[in-house]
């Protein structure tokens, strides 16, 4: 099995509308850092990130591991996670406002 060390997935989703920022796609992957960027230079935002299984259509409850966090403005928070997903998984973000960037990087296994 061969291991790429790589930024996975880069991601500047709409306002309040849950988007995929990283599905592991005919791969294994462990994501072990999400970072949270706020673009915005007067407010906080809020976001939220969960973790879907394969076969898993919609996002609930036992998926998130991060709900309604707060990112400052003009600040970044550094998640160290080591998520570990197999074929087919996704890591799906909710931002408050479009002024939020995710960023996902790790490996994937293959």
Known sequence: MATAYKVLAQLA?????????????????VVSTI??????????QTYRIAVRKTGESTTV????IVYGATVGALDTITLTL?????????????ASSADLSFNAFGSEIS
């Open 13 to 29: 989703p709409s306002a309040t509308t849950e988007s995929t920022l990283y599905t592991a796609t005919d791969v294994e992957a």
């Open 35 to 44: 970072t949270v960027c706020n673009q915005n230079g007067s407010s906080a």
């Open 61 to 64: 409850a036992k998926n998130y």
């Open 82 to 94: 080591g998520i570990t997903l197999e074929a087919g998984a996704a890591i799906r973000v909710y």
